[in-house]
């Protein structure tokens, strides 16, 4: 702030606070000088584009309003100095267009860069994002495991089909094995016990007494199966990589 807006400022505390007024003018003058020296870095109003407002006498008339000691330089620097920092806080340091082997002018140019953004001369510069280039094999592997789901079906909601993973557990490591683009034991025959593909291993069951012979569905697939399934998961990667 200038003397003059230091002596209007000082004016209107005067006028909230009459009683803590300089009873002379030897102490008013006293009083101007030191807070123009205190103050000097203190704008008297700042304006930002994002709509945030800094008002010197708001903020004396805020603190008159809340403390019961008289005001002082400092009721006013160190708001402000808050303020500053929540400023240029949002704001990311573009390159200054000086010569950057000239330290002293870099870092001036820097210095004033801030100072007029903290003011509201010149708008936060934002922090950009670095933007990397698309991976193909990332590409290439997530639409696999897109084309793998979608093989699957998907005819109930995502989240009714998380709850009924524990009693369709073939179905739900299919998914999770897709979604990871992994080999899937599934998606080839079984040539151990005959299962077609989509359809899970089984284990040969005679019944006691009748001798009976059925099947059920096994947990894990045959380990025959698991091969069949890594060498053709290895194929279709061949065959995706060399189109």
Known sequence: MQRPEIAALLAYVDRLDPTRAPQSKAAAGERLEQWATLLD??????????????????????YIATSPYPIKPSDIGAPWETYRADVVGRHHDPAPPVDPDNEAAYRAALRNTRQAVAVGALAPAPQ?????????IRAQRDAEAARR????????PKTVRDQL???????????RLAAANMPDPLDVECTWCGATTGQPCRARRIAPGTDAIGYRAKKAPHPCRVEDAQAHHARRKEQETAA
Do not use: F, K
């Open 149 to 156: 789901l979608a093989a699957l079906g998907d005819y109930v």
């Open 165 to 175: 993973a524990q009693y369709r557990p073939h179905r739900a490591q299919r998914e």
């Open 128 to 136: 950009h994002a670095i933007e990397g280039r698309p991976s193909p």
């Open 41 to 62: 870095h203190v704008p008297a109003t700042a304006q930002h584009p994002d709509g945030r407002h800094w008002d010197a006498s708001q903020v004396a008339a805020r």
